[in-house]
């Protein structure tokens, strides 16, 4: 099983509608972020958290809301999704002071 | 505006030759450099990574090329092997006590047999 869970992997939703990434991780870290990646872009941060009392907004944070619903879960959400949000997104976790993102295998949400 | 600018976007390489990925960065607070390493359908891995108080490093066919004076940094692939097509992401993290990273835009490599 793979150490940090994404679901849905794919998932194709209408403009307008309310859509959750859910992520969860067996690895113990205390540090949880969700990226979005889009082609020629790159990975860019939308939000991160120190531990389930700390959130904090990323470079795009626009549009999206998070919820640490424990240490190991930790899901993204997006309100009123536009076609703009149509990308690939992924959860990564981290330990204090080490350097290493450890990423999930990726939710490609598409909005029509 | 774009932390970390990386180049080339694609590149393709014979089998067994040399791939050179080139990252540029302004922000003198940025204190460790990752390289991540991306297959279809993966998340990023974790490939290779440096301090900026070192100017190489080496780990088997990979290395970071670091030049702190002129805010640069590279990754060579030496004889590559199509096993190592994938995309690749130079990364640079903000100095703080929070693993908080930049990435570049990525490069698809893609090593021809």
């Known amino acids: 099983d793979a150490d940090v869970t994404q679901t849905p992997r794919n998932r194709i939703t209408k403009t307008g509608k309310r859509i959750m990434l859910e992520c969860s991780q067996t690895?113990?870290?205390?540090?949880m972020y969700w990226y979005r990646q889009d082609p020629g872009l790159g990975l860019r941060l939308i939000y991160y958290?120190?531990?389930?009392?700390?959130?904090n907004k990323g470079e795009i944070s626009d549009g999206y809301s998070v919820s640490r619903q424990a240490q190991a879960k930790f899901s993204l959400s997006l309100e009123s999704a536009i076609p703009n949000q149509t990308a690939l997104y992924f959860c990564?976790?981290?330990?204090?002071?080490?350097?290493?993102?450890?990423f999930g295998e990726g939710s490609r949400l598409t909005v029509l | 505006q774009q932390q970390v600018k990386q180049s080339p976007q694609s590149l393709i390489v014979q089998k067994g030759g040399i791939s050179i990925i080139n990252c540029a960065y302004e922000n003198t607070a940025f204190d460790y450099f990752p390289w991540y390493q991306q297959f279809p359908g993966k998340g990023p891995a974790l490939l290779i990574a440096?301090?900026?108080?070192?100017s190489e490093k080496k780990e088997g066919r990979f290395t970071i090329s670091f030049n702190k004076s002129a805010k640069q940094f590279s990754l060579h692939i030496m004889d590559s092997q199509p096993g190592d097509s994938a995309t690749y992401f130079c990364a640079a993290r903000w100095t703080s006590g929070f693993n908080k990273f930049y990435f570049g835009s990525g490069t698809k490599l893609n090593v021809k047999p």
């Open positions: 990564a976790t981290s330990v204090k002071g080490f350097g290493e993102l450890f």
């Open positions: 690895k113990g870290h205390d540090r």
């Open positions: 958290s120190f531990d389930v009392k700390d959130i």
């Open positions: 440096i301090r900026p108080d070192v």
